[in-house]
């Protein structure tokens, strides 16, 4: 992906963050995903009083792309302000792993950004295979 591209879709993500619902943990995400379709989705985590049901800023971004109609991800971008950067966590690799072959996943934060693809961070996600 070009680096203009990849600066944009953290740029996503970094506003995205700021409208984070995230009064128990005070951990801000924001993430980003270039669907097939050239259309960036956006998504922040949204927390709840009863904690399990909170949703991580990664499958916000996943669904948006889905429930508009595209289902191939090409990249997503995360973004926190944090020192070290934030990779999603293995249920939303999971999520991710049923919209993509292998899409790039951009680490951001204020000062560094990193990149890695779904295929390293989950390298033998689940999906049916062909009944014997
Ligand atoms: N969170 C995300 O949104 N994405 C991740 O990759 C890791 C965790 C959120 C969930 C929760 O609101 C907060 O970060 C602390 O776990």
């Known amino acids: 992906m070009e680096k203009k591209a990849v600066l944009r879709l953290v740029k996503a993500a970094q506003a995205a963050a700021k409208r984070a619902y995230a009064p128990y943990s005070r951990f801000p ?11 960036i989705y956006t998504g ?22 889905v429930t ?9 971008a995360i973004f926190t302000a944090t020192k070290k950067p934030t990779p999603p966590c293995g249920a939303c690799l999971q999520v991710l ?21 779904l295929r390293k961070l989950l390298p033998l996600g689940f999906k049916f295979g062909e009944p014997d």
């Open 29 to 39: 995400v924001g993430a980003a995903v270039l669907a097939i379709n050239n259309k």
């Open 97 to 117: 792993n049923e919209f993509g072959a292998d899409p790039l996943i951009i680490l951001a934060t204020p000062e560094q950004t990193e990149t890695t693809s």
């Open 68 to 76: 508009a109609g595209a289902r191939k991800i090409k990249a997503l």
């Open 44 to 65: 922040a985590n949204v927390e709840n009083s009863s904690y399990g049901l909170t949703v991580c800023a990664e499958r916000v971004a996943i669904f948006r792309a």
